[in-house]
């Protein structure tokens, strides 16, 4: 299990270079849109078929929810748990891309196309790392690989979690990683140290049964639009400060060990106001405010007519959509409960409240014996150290694999800066998907040396 059988590995994957670009463009061009359910199942087939054609015991488990598709190969110690999600978000608008969303094109070194980075070139490397392994050894390893992925990570894997909680014993490990996101503000490799908790929330406001003309009734009927919109306004300031009363109760505080190591990062991994294409940052200190601070985010309001010209209507209902970020020491359950009581003290016991996701938040130490594994692997494929990035925002099971069963946990990022994940033109670097299959790799390599 030495360099050289390292090195042949990744010798290995530069041969295979062509064929894991094909997988890549045939997996993206499956739509598995978890929101809609639109090719879930026939997606899920097609990830389980190459599963089974790398000798991985292949199962798809009925969850509830959209399904997982589990799989097993190798004995002996560790357990790594594999975990990713071959759903992807709705494609957005479709004349926003320059190729269509679920026809995958390269351009300039990369693949574009919906999913290509989030998730499914990062769950492929995972993948096609066990292929190099095999080419090479000729057996499966000789550690035990479990492979988890989620159909519905991008709603939020209400399902999912509520299984791997009901069956403790196909999940549990040594140690869970994910290769997920993007670097952010990095131009190079990174480690996420934590993950964020995520609360999705929705507001409704009803008025009337049916519209009516705005300019004879709008004086007197009750107007959602305006109704929510307050409600909305009510929760935060102008500088980005939640109004809720106990908002911040509980929420921890960064050390002064993570504080310095965003101080490290890059000068530009927020950057200025104008990269944005606006004028000044809510937030004095917007680091602090990506890194670790809770916050509300509203994501957008939908009610009565919004369409050309003039309609003059009081609306029948509206709602707005809301993005609630949290951290270790707050729970999900008790921020739902502050936020309707802060709605009913400030006299919007009218609107309607909905939690649409909660994930909690996970987090490990930045001299973990994982961040350390992946970070070795990582700095043998790159030729440098991987930056810690001390959070990233939330979503999937992650607690229900940290918190739960109390499994070490780490997400590490293989798409670069640019990804663009969740928007049009979402792309991944060639280079980098072929550096993300060898760190998987070499991270192979390193716990079977460990286990021998």
Not at 25 to 50: H, K, M, N, Y
Not at 185 to 204: D, H, M, Q
Not at 346 to 364: K, N, Q, S, T, Y
Request: charged share 20%; proline share 7%; net charge negative.
């Amino acid at each position: 299990m030495g360099a050289s059988t390292t090195q042949r590995a990744s010798d290995r994957i530069d041969e295979l270079r062509d064929a894991f670009v094909a997988g890549l463009a045939t997996f993206v061009s499956q739509p598995s849109v978890s929101a809609t359910g639109e090719g879930i199942r026939d997606c899920a087939g097609w990830l389980a078929g190459q599963m089974r054609e790398l000798g991985i015991a292949v199962e798809v488990l009925e969850t509830g929810g959209q399904p997982l598709v589990y799989g097993r190969i190798g004995q002996g110690a560790p357990r790594l748990v594999v975990y990713g999600h071959y759903d992807v978000q709705p494609a957005g608008p479709l004349d926003a891309w320059v190729t269509p969303p679920f026809e995958p094109a390269v351009r300039d070194g990369a693949m574009y196309g919906r999913g290509v980075g989030d998730n499914k070139g990062q769950l492929l490397a995972h993948l096609y790392a066990l292929r190099a392994w095999l080419d090479v050894h000729g057996e499966p390893p000789p550690f035990e690989l479990v492979f988890v992925f989620d159909g519905e990570e991008e709603i939020g894997s209400p399902a999912t979690e509520a299984f791997i909680e009901a069956h403790p014993e196909r999940f549990r490990g040594d140690y869970v990683v994910c290769a997920d996101g993007s670097t952010l503000g990095v131009p190079g490799p990174a480690i996420f140290l934590a993950i964020r908790g995520l609360l999705y929330l929705e507001l409704t406001a009803r008025g009337a049964p049916a519209g009516w003309a705005s300019g004879s009734y709008g004086g007197f009927l009750p107007n959602p639009v305006q109704r929510v919109a307050a409600a909305v306004a009510s929760l935060v300031d102008a500088r980005g400060h939640v109004l809720v009363e106990g908002f911040y109760a509980g929420a921890a505080e960064p050390t002064d060990e993570l504080r310095a190591l965003g101080a490290a990062l890059p000068a530009d991994f927020v950057g200025g106001a104008a990269a944005y294409g606006v004028e000044r940052f809510i937030h004095e200190r917007p680091l602090d405010a990506m890194l670790f601070e809770p916050h509300i985010s509203a994501c957008g309001i939908d009610g009565g007519y919004t369409g050309e010209g003039v309609m003059m209507t009081v609306p029948a209902a509206a709602r707005a959509k809301l993005d609630v970020t949290f951290v270790s020491g707050q729970s999900a359950d008790a921020l739902v409960d502050r936020i309707r009581e802060h709605l009913d003290r400030h006299g919007f016991e009218d609107v309607e409240l909905d939690a649409l996701m909660r994930c909690g938040p996970i987090a490990l130490e930045p001299r973990h014996e994982l961040v350390e594994l992946v970070a070795e692997a990582s700095a043998s494929v790159w030729g440098e150290r991987p930056v810690l990035i001390p959070s990233i925002a939330g979503g999937g099971p992650f607690a229900a694999f940290a918190e739960t069963l109390g499994v070490p946990t780490l997400v590490v990022p293989y798409a670069q800066h640019d990804l663009h994940e969740h928007s049009p033109d979402e792309h991944l670097r060639l280079d980098w998907y072929r550096n993300g299959i060898k760190t998987s790799a070499a991270l192979y390599a390193r716990l079977a040396a460990r286990g021998a």
